[in-house]
């Protein structure tokens, strides 16, 4: 893993999560294959594994570059920008 450009830029310390699992996915009565937290804002969404890609949908939206996995033991980060891990 290496430091991309934009996680210097991340908040210090980690936002907290806005939500337990994906909003998007609650409302269009869709099931999350798994889920991502946003790390500039704490929202959470689900993977581009799932029907509807509302993290990836989330980068779109506002350009927020990193969420990590939001999935119990993982730590892993993300970088939409650079399409690594970070």
Do not use: N, Y
């Not at 450009?5 to 908040?11: I, R, S």
């Not at 804002?41 to 689900?46: L, S, Y």
């Not at 989330?58 to 969420?67: A, L, N, R, V």
Request: some cysteine; hydrophobic content about 30%.
């Amino acid at each position: 893993m290496s430091e991309c450009l934009h996680v210097p830029e991340l908040p210090r310390p980690e936002p907290v999560p806005l939500s337990e699992t994906c909003p998007e996915c609650l409302a269009a009565g869709t099931h999350p294959v798994q889920l991502r937290l946003c790390l500039t804002c704490g929202h959470v969404g689900c993977c581009d594994s799932s029907p509807l890609q509302h993290a990836t949908g989330h980068f779109k939206e506002t350009g927020h570059p990193i969420m990590r996995s939001f999935e119990a033991g993982e730590s892993w980060r993300w970088c939409f920008e650079d399409g690594s891990i970070v």
